[in-house]
T-cell receptor, first 117, second 113 residues
């Protein structure tokens, strides 16, 4: 069975601080995909990134970066110079990589990030 | 914008009554999903569909049924609502199967009293 663990339930930072959200996963599949989603206070779920199990290169998108380490089964998310608009619940998720079948996501329980002035 | 709408957006119902939630998409994607979101559990998959009349169970399917008679609509039915089904329900679509990210609708907040 697949499992995703987000150890930090809540994180509070002051604006401009860097913050890292941890995600650890368990799977027996050799091919799998990892995702991060953002859920702002308005409630919608926003897709941020997808990473496959064969690509361990770090990814950077503006102030966001992701560190995938297969050796430790982790896919951590860092926000650099956080802003109040980053306040949200962030979910890490995992799916198997079987093409042609439904993408069944297993989600972590989420990390609530609060960024204050 | 993935063109996903959910109706109703809010509903309060009594224990024992049937409830149907509707998910509608405008882009003819093959794969559709229903999740529920509860504090401390994240999102959990209820049912999913991989085509018209093709559906299967997810992790928390007990007490729920689904139907998909048209590509654009995926219905979730609670045959006899219970208080434990009070939750926020999200519909999602994916453009492709296994590897594909999912895009979510705005959610339906259901309260069972």
């Amino acid at each position: 069975a697949q499992k995703v663990t987000q150890v930090q339930t809540e994180i509070s930072v002051v604006e401009k601080e860097d913050v890292t959200l941890d995600c650890v996963y368990e799977t027996r599949d050799t091919t799998y995909y990892l995702f991060w989603y953002k859920q702002p206070p308005s409630g919608e779920l926003v897709f941020l990134i997808r990473r496959n199990s064969f690509d361990e290169q770090n990814e950077i998108s503006g102030r966001y970066s992701w560190n995938f380490q297969k050796s430790t089964s982790s896919f951590n998310f860092t926000i650099t110079a956080s802003q109040v608009v980053d306040s949200a619940v962030y979910f890490c998720a995992l799916s198997d990589g079987r093409a042609g079948t439904a993408s069944k996501l297993t989600f972590g329980t989420g990390t609530r990030l609060q960024v204050t002035l | 914008d993935a063109g996903i709408t959910q109706s109703p957006r809010h509903k309060v119902t009594e224990t024992g009554t049937p409830v149907t939630l509707r998910c509608h998409q405008t882009e003819n994607h093959r794969y559709m999903y229903w999740y529920r979101q509860d504090p401390g559990h994240g999102l959990r998959l209820i049912h999913y569909s991989y085509g018209v009349k093709d559906t299967d169970k997810g992790e928390v399917s007990d007490g729920y049924s689904v139907s998909r008679s048209k590509t654009e609509d995926f219905l979730l039915t609670l045959e006899s609502a219970t208080s434990s089904q009070t939750s926020v329900y999200f519909c999602a679509i994916s453009y492709t199967g296994g590897p594909g990210e999912q895009y979510f609708g705005p959610g339906t907040r259901l309260t069972v009293t």
